[in-house]
């Protein structure tokens, strides 16, 4: 099935370290990771739809760290597609104590500014939400990786209740992931639970083209 968008519209990507994908470093300019084969699957299968892809992914990246630099790197390029992938960053920093730390009532406000101001400035912009996941099932009492689980939830709320506000579309990369471990080890899509392997951001792009397969709401 053919994607929504149109023949040589601009589509932005931004977020954190899993957007990246050293995009800023050595695999310029796409990265090496889903913006990358999302990318790759256009060229084969839409070839003549030449759609322009923008990554603005940057390692480390909390929700604020986005609102420091949206003009610059979103609303300059006056998108037709933004897609947004960011909230891990945010959650590790809550959850360590790290300074600078807000809790998610304080990411939800951020994101919901950031999305406010595109709107307004891109009244026709088409966004689709990204979901913050974590690539482990881990149910040891108190481990790291089960405090992580148990706090994720709060954070992906946040981004489903801004999906639904501004009617945006929504990829649930978590329950996305947490299916395919009922089948498959966790090495199978990372190293560490943060940041996929080259299949686990196959698995992002294909659930990114899926959801532009479909109109809004559907």
Not at 29 to 40: H, L, T, W
Not at 52 to 68: A, P
Not at 207 to 212: P, R
């Amino acid at each position: 099935m053919a994607i929504v968008p149109k023949s040589s519209e601009k589509m932005l990507f931004i977020g954190d370290s899993i957007t990246d994908s050293g995009r800023c470093t050595t695999e310029r300019p796409y990265g090496s990771g889903y913006v990358k084969i999302f990318r790759d699957m256009l060229i084969a299968r839409e070839p003549k739809k030449q759609l322009e892809i923008i990554n603005k992914g940057t390692s480390g990246n909390s929700v604020r760290d986005l609102c420091n630099r949206w003009s610059d790197d979103v609303l300059y390029f006056k998108p037709e597609w933004l897609f947004v992938k960011i909230g891990i960053n945010d959650l590790l920093c809550f959850l360590q104590r790290t300074e600078g730390c807000y809790p998610v009532e304080k990411f939800k406000e951020i994101y919901d500014e950031i999305l406010d101001r595109t709107i307004n400035f891109l009244p026709n912009i088409n966004i689709l939400l990204i979901t913050p996941f974590y690539i482990s099932r881990d149910t040891a009492a108190a481990s790291f990786r089960m405090q992580i689980l148990e706090i994720l939830p709060y954070y992906i709320t946040a981004v489903r209740e801004m999906s639904e506000k501004y009617n945006t579309r929504l990829v649930k990369t978590h329950d996305v992931f947490q299916n395919l471990l009922k089948h498959y080890d966790s090495d199978t899509f990372c190293q560490e639970p943060i940041h996929p392997n080259q299949t686990g951001h196959q698995v992002i792009a294909e659930e990114i083209y899926q959801a532009l397969s479909r109109n809004c709401g559907e």
